[in-house]
C-alpha cells in the first residue's frame, strides 16, 4: 500500500515489560514523526527524524522511551519497563520533507498499546 | 508552551452548517490544521491555512483564521451524517511537530 503502516495495530503486555512498535513510512519520505494520543485527547508529539538522526526528541516523556531509524526508513518506537500510564495509541506520520513543498503529514492507523 | 483549545462536543442535524472553533497561543505558528478522526481509523488532514491568510476555502470547507485572536475556525456547509467524526485543531511552529487540541466530536443528527 501507499500509505504509512504500522504494526502491530494492537500490543497487549504486562508492566514492566518492553515493547517495539514499528512504522513503515511512506516511500521518499524523509521526515518521519512520533505521537502519543491518550484516551479522550489529541495526539501529543513524542520524537520527530529527519533521515536517519532525531532531529527533536524534546516530547519523549522519559529515559525509558527510545526511537530509532537506522537506515532512514523504517522506525522502531521502544519502551523500557512499561507503565500502565503507557497505554494510548502511538501514531507515526511521515512528510516528504518538513514543510517544503507541502506541511502535510500523513498518519497511520495507529498502534493501541495496554499495559496491564 | 503551545495550547490549543476547542470545545469538545459539537451536535448539528443534517444540512446545517457546522462551524467548530479552535484558539491557540503560539503566535509564531507558520501553518494551521484541521484534521478528521473517525473511528478506528488514523487521522486524515482535511486542510490547512498558512498563517498569513485569513481564509481559504476548499468545496464545502471553509477555514477563517483571526490572528490577532489567535482564533482559527472550520466551517463545513450542508454537514452530512458522515461528517461525524472528532475534528482536530493543530498548530505548527518553527519546529517541525505538530500541537493538537483535545478535540470537538461533532455528531450530525438525521
Known amino acids: 500500500g501507499a500509505g504509512v503502516s504500522q504494526t502491530p495495530s494492537n500490543k497487549v503486555t504486562e508492566k514492566g515489560k518492553y515493547v517495539e512498535l514499528r512504522c513503515d513510512p511512506i516511500?521518499?519520505?524523509?521526515?518521519l514523526y512520533w505521537y502519543r494520543q491518550s484516551l479522550g485527547q489529541g495526539p501529543e508529539f513524542l520524537i520527530y527524524?529527519?533521515?536517519?538522526?532525531?532531529?527533536?526528541d524534546s516530547g519523549l516523556p522519559n529515559d525509558r522511551f527510545f526511537a530509532v531509524r537506522p537506515e532512514g526508513s523504517v522506525s522502531t518506537l521502544k519502551i523500557q519497563r512499561t507503565e500502565r500510564g503507557d497505554s494510548a495509541v502511538y501514531l507515526c506520520?511521515?512528510?516528504?520533507?518538513?514543510?517544503?513543498?507541502?506541511?502535510?503529514?500523513?498518519f497511520g492507523p495507529g498502534t493501541r498499546l495496554t499495559v496491564l | 508552551g503551545e495550547d490549543v483549545e476547542q470545545s469538545l462536543f459539537l451536535s448539528v442535524r443534517e444540512g446545517d452548517s457546522s462551524v467548530i472553533n479552535c484558539t491557540y497561543t503560539d503566535s509564531s505558528s507558520t501553518y494551521l490544521y484541521w484534521y478528521k478522526q473517525e473511528p478506528g481509523a488514523g487521522l486524515q488532514l482535511l486542510t490547512y491555512?498558512?498563517?498569513?491568510?485569513d481564509m481559504k476555502q476548499d468545496q464545502r470547507l471553509t477555514v477563517l483564521l483571526n490572528k490577532k485572536d489567535k482564533h482559527l475556525s472550520l466551517r463545513i456547509a450542508d454537514t452530512q451524517t458522515g461528517d461525524s467524526a472528532i475534528y482536530f485543531c493543530a498548530e505548527g511552529g518553527g519546529a517541525n511537530n505538530l500541537f493538537f487540541g483535545t478535540g470537538t466530536r461533532l455528531t450530525v443528527i438525521p
Open positions: 491555512i498558512f498563517s498569513n491568510m
Open positions: 506520520a511521515s512528510s516528504v520533507s518538513p514543510r517544503d513543498p507541502s506541511p502535510e503529514q500523513f
Open positions: 527524524f529527519q533521515g536517519t538522526g532525531a532531529a527533536d
Open positions: 516511500s521518499g519520505h524523509t521526515a
